[in-house]
Every structure is written in structure tokens, then in C-alpha cells.
């Protein structure tokens, strides 16, 4: 019951603009993932970088399950299961980035050209529903929630990974 797994993993390509650039980055994650990513917009104008507020500027997709586990797998395979402990949140969460996508295993495709991404991994136990649902909504008590010590054991022993600086 202790047991701690992937709630979700979040995969995210920020392109900085609207357009064609930001199409070829939303086709990179539907063929990754085999969902239909979802775009994001800019919070605030930035003139420097001339994006205007809601302009679409990145998409995200939300992947759960079986399929989480082997997109983090090739994800942790390029960075060679090395991360920082600066990776790790307070709530045991961790994200990372690699530069490439098509070292994921995409075969590279010139008209699309190649992106960057970021994942992000939300850990979890078993009974978070508790705190969530609509009717006799409860508290998830000290002793069940993920830890940082919790994520970056967690990923220690399932991906025999290394932590820089912990």
C-alpha cells in the first residue's frame, strides 16, 4: 500500500512561437506519445521575445500508465540515468530535459526538424483519490505522502539511477 509508482508524466515542448514551428512540435509528441497534444499560451506579453499574451507558444501532453513508464525509460536512457538532486521537488517529484528528440528513437525527419523536451514525473502512492474526489474528501496523512528521500530512493532502485549531489 506504501508503494510508491507514476501518477503521470507530463512531456512538454516550448517552441516560443506560434506558427508552423509550433504544428511540426505538436506532430513530435503525438508520435511519441500517440495522443493528441494540448497547446499552451503565454501568460504575459514579452516584448523582447515578441510574444503576445495567449499567443499558443507550447504543447503538453499528459501520459498515464504503461506507456509513462517507457517514455521515461528512453527519456532516462539518453541522460544515462544521471540526474540532480536539484531535479528532485519537495514532494518527490523530478523533471529533466534533453536537447533532442530524435535520441528517443524517432527517426529524424528533415521537414520536421529536431526539438528539445522537457518531462516531468508526479509520483504518488496508492489512496490519493482520498484527497481528491468530490464527497468525503479527506487528508493524506505525513507518513503517506511522496518525500523528496521517497522520489529520489524511488528512482535509485527502479532505474538503478544515479543522483549528482544528494
Known sequence: MRDVR??????NICVGESGDRLTRAAKVLEQL????PQYSKARYTVRTFSIRRNEKIAVHVTVRGKKAEEILEKGLKVREY????????????????IQ?????????????????????VVLARPGGRVAKRRRSVAAIGAPHRVS?????????????GIVIGA
Open 6 to 11: 507514476i501518477e503521470k508524466l507530463v512531456l
Open 148 to 160: 523528496e528521500d521517497d522520489g529520489i530512493n524511488w528512482f535509485k532502485v527502479k532505474f538503478e
Open 33 to 36: 506519445t500517440g495522443q493528441v
Open 100 to 120: 533532442e528528440h530524435i535520441d528517443l528513437g524517432i527517426k529524424y525527419d528533415p521537414t520536421v526538424g529536431i526539438y528539445g523536451m522537457d518531462f516531468y
Open 82 to 97: 544521471e540526474l540532480k538532486a536539484g531535479n528532485f521537488s519537495d514532494t518527490g517529484n523530478f523533471g529533466f530535459g
